[in-house]
């Protein structure tokens, strides 16, 4: 069964987007090469993505003519082949799934489509940022993992990556990797009841 898991920038306090310089500044997370190989080296054992509809039109206006830019890096290539052949699917009310080809849009019964989605065929779906999309399945319970980059900041307020938990979750610790940044990776395992 495919896996859902969650990939997002933190900061020590526990916010993924500071409010305090608009609503969904990441300007404060710490990237460097190193980062960026090392996440790109789990990404591109993935095919499919899940944003919400923030995050998704944010991608959209970069992702898919990033390599095509004058000043565009390696991982800027990397990453825009990925993105322009993963399958994406959103989490929105708004947005239609004709308007976006190649797109599958999750209006509701999120639950439901999120058990077909695992049963299907495909690699597990990396959920990025997107903390509204990830509070949704929080409160559903459908997060199966967790690969946290915790950068080394208090950002005091914001928009917190843990919300609409309904229950004591635990986890298991699979790997970690500390980055010459300061940045530190946690990949957490969610404990499921086997009975």
Not at 85 to 105: G, R, W
Request: a negative charge; proline letters at 4%.
């Amino acid at each position: 069964m495919r896996k859902i898991v969650s990939f997002a920038h933190v900061s020590l306090d526990g916010f993924v987007a500071s409010t305090t310089e608009g609503m969904h500044s990441l300007g404060w997370i710490t990237m460097s090469e190193e980062l960026f190989s090392y996440a790109e080296q789990r990404i591109l054992q993935t095919d499919t993505a899940l944003y919400g509809r923030v995050t998704y039109q944010m991608m959209e206006s970069y992702w898919p003519t990033a390599a095509e830019q004058p000043n565009a890096s390696p991982h800027d290539h990397v990453h825009s082949r990925w993105y322009k052949t993963a399958h994406k699917i959103v989490l929105s009310k708004t947005l239609l799934e004709k308007d976006h080809p190649n797109t599958k849009i999750i209006s509701s019964n999120l639950s439901d489509e999120i058990c077909k989605l695992k049963h299907g065929a495909g690699s597990e779906i990396l959920v990025f940022g997107s903390p509204c999309a990830t509070h949704a399945l929080m409160a559903e319970n459908l997060i199966d993992e967790y690969w946290l980059f915790i950068n080394p900041i208090l950002l005091w307020q914001g928009i917190p990556l843990f919300k609409n938990i309904n229950d004591k979750t635990a986890l298991t610790l699979v790997k970690s990797k500390i980055f010459a940044s300061g940045v530190v990776c946690l990949h957490y395992e969610v404990q499921r009841n086997q009975s």
